[in-house]
């Protein structure tokens, strides 16, 4: 059973910074893309970033970038999301997805999704 597992969210305040993981068991995704998404109260799931496992390159949405950083660490099997000069409007719930064939800004287009992780930006 494939399981992904986020960690790292929080309460911070504006300007602060976040490292989300995102750990993966049960299979490994060397050939996919995995990807960030967040979910605010009242809006749909949002992409935010993109990375392919085999490559490494990302992509970042316009809202983020230059902000947050997406990596993975192939020895541990995760994904990590660096976010820097953190905006009370980033506070959302972060997903984790992966099992994505190219980078893709749908929710659709991942099969395997974590539970999501809170962070609360303070202004």
């Known amino acids: 059973q494939v399981q992904l597992v986020e960690s790292g969210g929080g309460l911070v305040q504006a300007g602060g910074s976040l490292r989300l993981s995102c750990a993966a068991s049960g299979r490994t995704f060397s050939s996919y893309y995995w990807a960030w998404f967040r979910q605010a109260p009242g809006k749909e799931r949002e992409f935010v970033a993109s990375?392919?496992?085999?490559?490494?390159?990302?992509v970042h949405a316009d809202l983020v970038k230059g902000r947050f950083t997406i990596s993975r660490d192939i020895a541990r099997n995760t994904v990590s999301l660096q976010m820097d000069s953190l905006k009370p409007e980033d506070t959302a719930v972060y997903y984790c997805a992966a099992g994505g064939y190219y980078s893709s800004n749908m929710p659709r287009e991942y099969a395997y999704w974590g539970q999501g992780t809170q962070v609360t930006v303070s202004s």
């Open positions: 990375i392919s496992w085999s490559s490494g390159r990302t």
